[in-house]
């Protein structure tokens, strides 16, 4: 035991808002970022009648080409969000809910604030309760839109209600005079029309199909670095209105609305939703911190907001664009300093990137027990055992405050998700895809791309044989929470132990559920193959039934 330990119980740290700018900075920030990325009142528009913007994850107005190009095609703009009650439902295996209590609460952030945001351009945000393959054909016939314009999503649900939008549409006869370019008398159809907008590459510029997407991430990296480039934002009008006239705008519904009850988050890190929160914070991580020239550094960490940069959760939710972050980093880089840091920030991104094109490629296979390239393993589905996971009591301190930091905050830093899922997967030999569901309902950040293409990853399942790490939790503890202040700060009972006990399993806390694969002198990134062995299947969950997504 280190005699330089202290036992002195540490009081707790406060909850820390990212952004951490308060919400009048965080607007003039956002006002003036929206400012300097808008085109001059002088922009064409050559367009008649009405288009439609259906929103999806896509909740910001800079760079939003599906925003641009219904305003250029168009009189009159009808900005639309549909709450489609499928994500209100449950996840496809295991039955846990699609979306908890604090995406959506943040989901209603976005919402509030692209309204806010949409109203400062003259327009407003049509918000409809249903299904959106029943909402925009009505919408469109109602106020002849001859164009519903929307971002395009690459995995199976999403396409599935695509395809049923698209069908929906093709019912609605309008008169030729809403539509360009139509012969007089003629009838109609509004189309619908999807552009790509998640990635910071695009996916027409790639060097290959994504059908032949390479299957190691370096080699796609090298590629799209050397032989693409990223597009400048596009530049929306200062004012996009009026929009047509509408009787009900509906309102920003409430958590109850979706039959949730709201968790207040009471330590670790509050997230606020919204475009306005997310300028905030990327002017806060580039500029007022001066945080991205150290982020190489500082990436591993776990604790507290300024680690990494928390840009994920609205990556995720399109409150903020990819190619909006680059272009920063570019500036950043030619006014103050360009390193390996500032390089790093984008070589993530280009992770996310792939994780998307990657959806594309795989398909379904992506939800699928044996991945993308079908591996056989057996795993088992004890759900006490799971549930010690993720409750957050299965003894091991670092699994248990990663655990309970996921449930209270809806974040987990990504070191911590690597080694939850190698715990779970590895030491426990559970069906990964109970993790990647749990997830699913959890993470503030939740993109089916880059959950289930991490998951794969972390179980030994996905498209790179290559990437099938054992994380071994003592090497992990010693190297990333030597002095225990991670455990502590989510497991105040560890408090009054000295620092170097913290992170031991049985040390003033419960007996581990289940012994390490490897012991306690497990190296790290150990490539052991996957899983452990496994201990008969018994789950009550839900059977597969048939393609996932
Ligand atoms: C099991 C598991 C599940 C995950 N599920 C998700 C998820 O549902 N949604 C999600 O956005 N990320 C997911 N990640 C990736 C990563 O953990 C988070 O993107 C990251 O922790 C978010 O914090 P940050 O914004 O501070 O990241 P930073 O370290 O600051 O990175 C900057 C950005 O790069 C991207 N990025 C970084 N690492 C990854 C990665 N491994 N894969 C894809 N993109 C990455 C993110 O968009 C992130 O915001 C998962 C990782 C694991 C191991």
Excluded at 63 to 71: G, I, Q
Aim: proline share 6%; charged share 25%.
């Amino acid at each position: 035991m280190s005699s330089s330990s202290s036992s002195k119980p540490e009081s707790p740290a406060p909850v820390s808002q990212v952004p951490g700018l308060d919400p009048v900075e965080m607007e003039r920030v956002a006002g003036q970022t929206l400012q300097r990325y808008s085109a001059s009142s002088s922009a064409k528009r050559n367009g008649r009648g009405v288009a439609v913007v259906w929103f999806r994850n896509d909740l910001r107005v800079l760079d939003n080409e599906a925003l641009y190009k219904a305003w250029v095609s168009s009189q009159e703009v009808l900005a639309v969000y549909c709450v489609d009650p499928r994500i209100f439902g449950s996840t496809h295996y295991f039955g846990f809910p699609k979306t908890g209590a604090l995406r959506a609460q943040f989901l209603i952030e976005c919402l509030a604030d692209l309204k806010k945001n949409l109203m400062k351009r003259g327009l407003n945000l049509l918000i409809q309760h249903g299904k959106p393959e029943e909402i925009l054909p009505d919408l469109a016939k109602a106020f002849g839109a001859h164009t519903v314009y929307a971002q395009k999503e690459t995995c199976s649900e999403e396409l599935n209600v695509e395809r049923l939008v698209s069908k929906g549409l093709q019912r609605v006869a309008l008169p030729s005079s809403s539509v360009q370019s139509s012969k007089p008398g003629s009838v109609n159809n509004p189309k619908l029309q999807l552009i790509w907008g998640t990635t910071m590459y695009h996916i027409d510029d790639l060097p290959f199909d994504t059908s032949s997407l390479p299957d190691m991430y370096t080699q796609f990296r090298k590629s799209v670095e050397a032989k693409c480039t990223v597009h400048g934002c596009i530049k929306i009008p200062a004012s996009l209105g009026p929009p047509p006239s509408v009787e009900d705008w509906g309102c920003v519904p409430s958590l109850d609305q979706f039959g949730l009850q709201s968790s207040i988050v009471s330590k670790g890190m509050k997230f606020v939703g919204g475009e306005s929160a997310a300028l905030g914070r990327v002017h806060e991580y580039f500029w007022k911190k001066d945080l991205v020239k150290i982020y190489k550094h500082t990436r591993n960490g776990m604790l507290g907001p300024d680690y990494s940069t928390k840009f994920s959760p609205w990556l995720a939710s399109g409150s903020l664009s990819p190619r909006f972050i680059y272009e920063e980093v570019k500036r950043y880089e030619k006014e103050r300093e360009a390193n390996d840091s500032t390089y790093w920030v984008l070589f993530e991104l280009i992770w996310r990137d792939y994780f998307r094109f990657l959806s594309a490629k795989c398909g379904n296979s992506l939800f699928h027990l044996g991945g993308p390239r079908k591996v056989e393993h057996r795993w088992i589905q004890e759900r006490t055992l799971f549930e010690s996971w993720r409750d957050g009591h299965t003894g091991y301190p670092l699994i248990d405050a990663n655990m309970k930091e996921l449930s209270t905050t809806g974040f987990m830093s990504n070191r911590g998700r690597q080694i939850v899922c190698s715990f779970l997967v590895r030491d426990m030999g559970i069906d990964w895809r109970m993790g990647a569901e749990w997830f699913e309902t959890c993470l503030l950040d939740y993109d089916p791309c880059s959950n289930y293409g991490n998951w794969t990853y972390g179980a030994g399942v996905g498209n790179d044989p290559r990437e099938d790490r054992y994380f071994s939790i003592p090497k992990q503890a010693q190297n990333y929470d030597p002095d225990g202040e991670y455990v502590a700060y989510w497991l105040p009972q560890l408090r009054s132990l000295p620092k170097d006990r913290r992170n031991f399993p049985g040390m003033a806390y419960i007996k581990p559920v289940v012994p390490l694969k490897f012991g306690n002198a497990g190296s790290r990134h150990q490539n052991q193959g996957r899983g452990s062995a496994a201990r008969g299947a018994n789950f009550g969950g839900r059977q597969p039934r048939g393609q996932r997504r």
